[in-house]
């Protein structure tokens, strides 16, 4: 399934910095980060392949070795599932993902700075 995520950013160090943009009801579960920004006419259409791996209060997406900080769309929503673990789905319901699976998602990079958040350098990830 490709999902409509925003934008990945490069810098996993960002998650205690970076300010959701929504101003909506919670979208995920106390101690989870989980940014989402206004739905817009229009993405960046890159694919990216990976896995969803949630750490330090974060939920990344990991592949080759790095792993991207994920801004959601409004309407999606994490929560958890039976087991514990964390689960996003879409504004109608339907999976994207869950902690530990394969995803495959749409979006583009982007500098943490242009979207409200710092840099701040982490063990294993690229700044």
């Not at 919670?26 to 993405?43: L, R």
Request: glycine share 16%; charged share 20%.
């Amino acid at each position: 399934m490709i999902g409509r995520v925003i934008a990945l950013l490069v810098a996993g160090g960002v998650c205690p910095f970076l300010v959701a943009c929504s101003d909506a009801g919670p979208v995920a579960p106390p101690g989870v980060f989980f940014p989402t920004v206004p739905i817009e006419d229009a993405y960046p259409a890159a694919e990216i392949e990976g896995r969803l791996v949630a750490e330090d209060g974060c939920i990344y997406l990991t592949a080759s070795g790095e792993r991207w900080l994920l801004l959601w769309p409004d309407g999606y929503l994490a929560s958890r599932d039976s087991q514990g673990g964390i689960q996003v789905t879409t504004d109608d319901g339907s999976l994207v993902g869950r902690e530990g699976g394969s995803v495959r998602l749409g979006g583009g990079e982007t500098r943490p700075d242009e979207v409200g958040g710092a840099l701040q350098p982490k063990h294993g990830l690229r700044v």
